[in-house]
């Protein structure tokens, strides 16, 4: 079966992963966060019942960029 006929929709995105002090209260990130009006997935890594690592991740998506990163990887549009 060709791949393409599988694919319903195709969305590229720019993905920034930003790690943050796990010693910040997760209340004072949360705040923060939500002072900035972000949009992403906030990940909190436990171990033992104490904050390991705090993770965000954002994707941004812009279509000038996309095609200039598809051109310059030899993607297909």
Known sequence: MDENKMIKTNT????TE?????????????????????????????SQGGIQKVALTEKTKTERVRD??????????
């Open 12 to 15: 590229d995105f720019l993905v």
């Open 18 to 46: 930003t790690t943050l002090d796990p010693k910040i209260p997760v209340d004072k990130v949360v705040s923060v966060l939500r002072e900035r009006r972000t949009t992403g997935q906030l990940t909190f890594h436990l």
């Open 68 to 77: 200039k990163i598809r051109g310059l990887l030899g993607m297909s549009e």
